[in-house]
């Protein structure tokens, strides 16, 4: 039995079938336009932010890593002594000689009196070695003048030997009468000797004498030498009992205390110019390649912030990085090794008009930025300093209160009537503070 068959389907062929037209689906104008000027934005941006690179911000190098310097001057005794004044004090403003510490000058004064009497006595007794030069050249006179004496008596004593001698034949003179006339002559004889051996030490003392005497006065004989560098020893001790401010500046770091007993250097306390500050600028190594001593530098401190410039120059490039100098420098050679951009530091001159009107402290924070549009200048100092960095007078100034301390000793003990005045070398220094006279306990 056969089953019923479905009725096959009538296949329409795909040619026959009218095409369709497919529409795009309709853009967004807006969304074209803000995608192209975002694009024309980023365009722009990028051509401006080359040409700033290119034009200004490749001509300066600049960090964060700068800070101020100074120099910070420890005051420290150069004698031993007990402290019985403060003159000064931490954040007082001092000039330069003002006292600031006061030592016990008892044991420096007595030094002093001593060293000033031995050179009085080495120049009496100078002055008496020159004044035995005199005598010594009358002994030789009157020495020759015996020997003179000594040969006339010969001359005669041996004529009346003679005269006798020939009388002894007749009987005319007896042997007694001969033999005086031939102890005169031995005698006359012995007193020549006597006298030309007086000539001859009389000659050598003398010439020992004017051998401690010729070609010097009484202030470059050797004791005399001796005794007044003992005085001026003892002169700078004696005011090395009072500590002076070497600059003006501020005190800073006050550890002496009232009473205390210091030694020779020991740092009592710090005096800071601050208007000889400078910037020391930390830069990497990669930003060191065009910078160049005499460039200008623009910076930035934190204490004023943005409202105050600071316009300095640059005045030298340090020799080595922080690292190399460090107390325990890096060992790059073990197998252990990071590398770590390392920095230079570079020293930035300050405008002493600006520090004046808005002045720094050691250590205080600053923005620094370097011109390096101008390379022409040296990467390195190749001369050396002209002048000193610093200079300290008060050191010219004793010495020369020393020499004149000498000087009145001499004179007052030479005979050149000289007044013999008490030296003031180690009188008390007058406390003062800031031009007023006023001291803190003593």
């Known amino acids: ?9 009538t296949a329409i062929p795909a040619s026959s079938i009218p095409a369709v037209p497919v529409q795009p689906p309709a853009g967004n104008p807006k969304r074209r336009k803000a995608l192209t000027a975002l694009a ?38 150069q004698i031993g002594g007990t402290v019985v004044a403060l003159m000064a004090d931490d954040t007082d403003f001092v ?64 004529d009346d030997l003679a005269r006798r001698q ?11 009468e001969l033999g005086h006339a031939q102890t005169q002559l031995a005698n006359a004889r012995s007193a020549l000797a006597a006298a030309q051996a007086g000539v001859v030490a009389a000659r050598e003392q003398l010439a020992s004498n004017q051998a401690l005497t010729d070609g010097t006065a009484i202030e470059q004989n050797p004791a005399v030498l001796v005794a007044a560098a003992k005085v001026r020893e003892a002169f700078l001790a004696s005011q090395r009992t009072a500590l002076s401010a070497p600059v003006d ?16 250097g020991m740092p009592l306390m710090s005096v800071v110019p601050l208007n000889e500050v400078w910037v020391d600028a930390n830069f990497k190594e990669v930003q060191l390649r065009n910078i160049r001593i005499g460039q200008p530098v623009t910076l930035v401190a934190d204490l ?28 790059n050679a073990t197998g252990n090794w990071i590398k770590v951009v390392q920095r230079v530091p570079v020293r930035i001159a300050l405008d002493p008009r600006q520090l004046t009107e808005h002045p720094l402290r050691v250590g205080l924070s600053m923005n620094a930025e370097v011109d390096v549009s101008q390379t022409s200048g040296k990467a390195l100092a190749d001369a050396p300093r002209d002048a000193a960095l610093a200079h300290m007078q008060a050191f010219a100034v004793q010495d020369d209160a020393g020499n004149e301390d000498v000087r009145r000793v ?9 007044k013999a005045v008490k030296s003031n070398a180690s009188a008390p220094v007058s406390p003062t503070v800031n031009g007023s006279h006023a001291a803190l306990p003593h």
Request: overall charge positive.
């Open 410 to 418: 001499i004179a007052a003990n030479s005979g050149r009537g000289g």
């Open 249 to 264: 500046g501020y005190v800073a770091k006050r550890t002496v205390q009232l009473g205390q007993r210091v030694a020779a």
């Open 95 to 158: 000039k330069a000689g003002q006292p600031l510490v006061q030592l016990d000058p008892a044991d420096a004064k007595v030094a002093l009196e001593q060293a000033e009497a031995a050179l009085a006595q080495a120049v009496r007794q100078a002055r008496t070695v020159y004044a035995n030069n005199g005598p010594l050249t009358a002994q030789i006179a009157l020495r020759n003048a015996e020997v003179s004496k000594a040969n006339s008596d010969i001359a005669r004593a041996a």
């Open 40 to 77: 024309s934005v980023v365009v722009v941006a990028g051509l401006g932010w080359a040409a700033y690179e290119y034009l200004v911000a490749s001509h300066y190098e600049s960090t964060d890593n700068a800070y101020v310097q100074g120099n910070v001057i420890q005051i420290t005794p």
């Open 304 to 331: 004023y912030g943005k409202k105050v410039d600071y316009h300095g120059t640059v005045s030298g490039l340090g020799v080595g990085t922080g690292a190399a100098f460090s107390l325990l420098p890096a060992q």
């Open 166 to 176: 020939s009388l002894v034949g007749n009987g005319a003179v007896s042997k007694e």
């Open 1 to 9: 039995m056969n089953a019923p068959q479905a009725p096959a389907s």
